[in-house]
Nanobody, 125 residues
Framework: QLQASGGGLVQAGDSLRVSCAASGRTFTSYTMGWFRQAPGKAREFVAAISNNGRGTYYAPSMKDRFTISRDNTKNTVYLQMDSLNAEDTAVHYC????????????????????WGQGTQVTVSS
């Protein structure tokens, strides 16, 4: 089970950190990812982090502003978002997968088999 939290309403230029707590699975066996879905748009990849936290990958448009991290002692993955703008308004989802573990970082929605409920991030301009 994945539980996302930390979303909210912020101003353009602000920072926000969302979190995702995992339970009921061996957290260190999974690659963790963040995705987001804006109204009327498809769900899109944001970032992924390897099971041991040593590898990360970002969508090119977000890699300069977002940072994914994880704390395996707390079974939690984080997404730090800086310099937010209105285009970042979306429901943000965390997800877990064993696809590609120790080989590559999964970036497609179909590669992830467990999803959190999403947390809304709204950026006002």
């Amino acid at each position: 089970q994945l539980q996302a939290s930390g979303g909210g309403l912020v101003q353009a230029g602000d920072s926000l950190r969302v979190s995702c707590a995992a339970s009921g699975r061996t957290f260190t066996s999974y690659t963790m990812g963040w995705f987001r879905q804006a109204p009327g748009k498809a769900r899109e990849f944001v970032a992924a982090i390897s099971n041991n936290g040593r590898g990360t990958y970002y969508a090119p448009s977000m890699k300069d502003r977002f940072t994914i991290s994880r704390d395996n002692t707390k079974n939690t993955v984080y997404l730090q978002m800086d310099s937010l703008n209105a285009e970042d308004t979306a429901v943000h989802y965390c997800a877990a997968t064993r696809t590609g573990v120790n080989r590559y970082l999964a970036t497609s929605t179909y590669e992830y088999d467990a999803w959190g409920q999403g947390t809304q991030v709204t950026v006002s301009s």
